[in-house]
């Protein structure tokens, strides 16, 4: 009768240390499915179709960190493009200078209102001056937030008699307002931005 019950009470152990393997062989088999399931669908996400041309087209969408330093220096570039190029037209001035308020905070209008006061845009348009810049580098601190940044160019100042080149030095900080519009695509915003430097190079005449 005891061998019976020694007999029974080993079975049970052995039914035992089945049943929780094969529980935890589950949870395990549960948590892979879950995770090629989530992984599946993160895949699935990050593929989208392009309609171009009459052409549907693959493209993978990548996490926004892989190109933020190029997403921010080219925010830097188009605001400095549509602040500093300008033709003397007033209402072309007025349409830049607008594009490029969208994408910074009150320290560029309050720079735009010092030119406006200053009578600057009115002696382009009276001189017939064009001015534009090309830009020589752009320098962001992605250690830091906001994002320091500092801008190197060169601006020319061209009339029909000679051209003016400059050197232009900027510098501010890039806040992420994660609101991407027609008027900021990137969804960035500088602040802080002011001009460090504004000389003349050379006067060339023409």
């Known amino acids: 009768m005891f ?24 949870a395990l088999v549960m948590c892979f499915c879950i995770y090629k399931s989530y992984d599946m669908v993160s895949t699935a996400q990050s593929r989208v179709h392009i309609l171009f ?11 926004r960190k892989v ?15 549509y602040f500093f190029d300008l033709s003397p037209d007033d209402k072309a001035i007025q349409a830049t200078i607008a594009k ?5 905070d009150e320290s560029a209008k309050k720079q735009y209102d010092n030119l406006k006061e200053s009578g600057y845009y009115n002696n382009l348009i009276s001189a ?28 020319k100042l061209v009339r029909s008699t000679s ?21 900021n695509p990137h969804g960035f915003l500088i602040q802080k931005w002011e001009t460090l430097v504004n000389t003349d190079l050379n006067h060339k005449a023409l």
């Open 3 to 26: 061998t019976q019950l020694k007999n029974i009470d080993t079975a049970f152990q052995h039914i035992k240390r089945f049943s929780l393997f094969l529980i935890l062989a589950n």
């Open 53 to 63: 041309n009459g052409k549907v087209l693959e493209a993978v969408a990548l996490d």
């Open 67 to 81: 190109n933020l330093q190029v997403e921010l220096k080219d925010h830097i570039k188009t605001f400095h493009q």
């Open 100 to 104: 490029a308020l969208y994408l910074a």
């Open 128 to 155: 017939n001056i064009s001015q534009d810049i090309e830009i020589d580098s752009i320098r962001v601190d992605l250690n830091q937030y906001p994002y320091p940044f500092v801008f190197y160019a060169t601006q």
């Open 163 to 183: 051209t003016l080149k400059r050197k232009l030095i900027t510098q501010g900080q890039v806040r992420d307002i994660k609101t991407q519009t027609d008027n």
